[in-house]
């Protein structure tokens, strides 16, 4: 019997994907197979993270783009294509929660700003690749959302909104690009990247026994559930938002 998870053969975009949890999923959808197009906004992260992929026995492609502008979107696929030739895989990951403490604090460049990449990148590159794996002959998009989008965020309420929108985003694409392209989400909760590591130690104590694990989610454990949603072995599964937060929800 097959293995579902096999994902040898596969074109994986990844944005965001040199730290935290972007990275995790590019070095498991790596071990699984698949080549893995590494995409930040700095060009020597890229190349960074592809090397060290490849060090491990992947194969990577290091492509460096803004994707909260339309126009860095459209060529980063450009680019994509000509690179690797197809994408199968395209995960929506590249995002910003900046805090706040008090609604006055937010600019409208800071709203713009933190919309534009936690929604609007997502949306263009959806648009633009789901439309081509729908022509030749499928794939799989997986978003990565917060659960935040679903409890709110007194301190993140742009980020928790736009997120929100990421997850309906979510369910139309998987009615648009139908039968052929599967979308999905996960919201996670806390997890232990280098951002939460920077939290007051009372605030990631918090956060930890609001989850009924009563523990830190790791990286690696969003990336076991976007291994699920990009592989053969969710390919009954599209239109839904996973919660993967240790039960906080």
Known sequence: MSNPFDLTGRVAMITGATRGIGRSIADTLANAGAEVIVVSRKADACERTATELEQTGGRAIPLAANVNRWS??????????????????????????????????????????????????PFRLTALVGTRMAASGGGAVVNISTISAQTGAAHAIVYAAAKAGMNNLTKSFAQALAPSVRVNAIMPGAVDTDVVKAWPQHERDLAASKAVLGRLGEPTEIAGAALYLASDAASFTTGQVFAVDGGLS
């Open 72 to 121: 860095e979107c459209d060529e980063l696929v450009q680019r994509a294509y000509a690179e690797a030739g197809r994408i199968d895989i395209l995960v929506n990951n590249a995002g910003s929660s900046p805090r706040y403490d008090s609604v006055d604090a937010i600019s409208e460049e800071l709203f713009d700003k933190t919309v534009a990449l936690n929604l609007k990148g």
